[in-house]
Nanobody, 126 residues
Framework: QVQLVESGGGLVQSGGSLRLSCAASGFTYAAIGWFRQAPGQKREGVSCISSGDASTYYADSVKGQFTISRDNARNMVYLQMNSLKSEDTAVYYC?????????????????????WGQGTQVTVSS
């Protein structure tokens, strides 16, 4: 059974940092994406990391600010978020793309992802 569990969200002041974690189980290889959704807004693909070569993608809105990484031995994926701003406030979700044809390279398009976690709230106070 595929399961994704996010943790690490919380309340942080503007300029602060948080590290989100995604604990994955029930599969061996998958691209993992991080998405976020703020109230009244569409879900946004923030970052992803491929299964084959750990190549990464970042949305322009977070490039240079967020870093994604994975620990395959522990089945964990992390999203390090620095210099947080109020506009980063959202529920953050991790998701798994199990399509082996996309083992090299990843795409932060929500329709490609098969399984989703429940989300973790990140609130940045100004």
């Amino acid at each position: 059974q595929v399961q994704l569990v996010e943790s690490g969200g919380g309340l942080v002041q503007s300029g602060g940092s948080l590290r989100l974690s995604c604990a994955a189980s029930g599969f061996t290889y998958a691209a993992i994406g991080w998405f976020r959704q703020a109230p009244g807004q569409k879900r946004e693909g923030v970052s992803c990391i491929s299964s084959g070569d750990a190549s990464t993608y970042y949305a322009d809105s977070v490039k240079g600010q967020f870093t994604i990484s994975r620990d395959n031995a522990r089945n964990m994926v992390y999203l390090q978020m620095n210099s947080l701003k109020s506009e980063d406030t959202a529920v953050y979700y991790c998701a798994a793309d199990l399509n082996s044809d996309r083992a090299y390279g990843c795409y932060a398009a929500s329709g490609l992802y098969d399984y989703w976690g429940q989300g973790t709230q990140v609130t940045v106070s100004s």
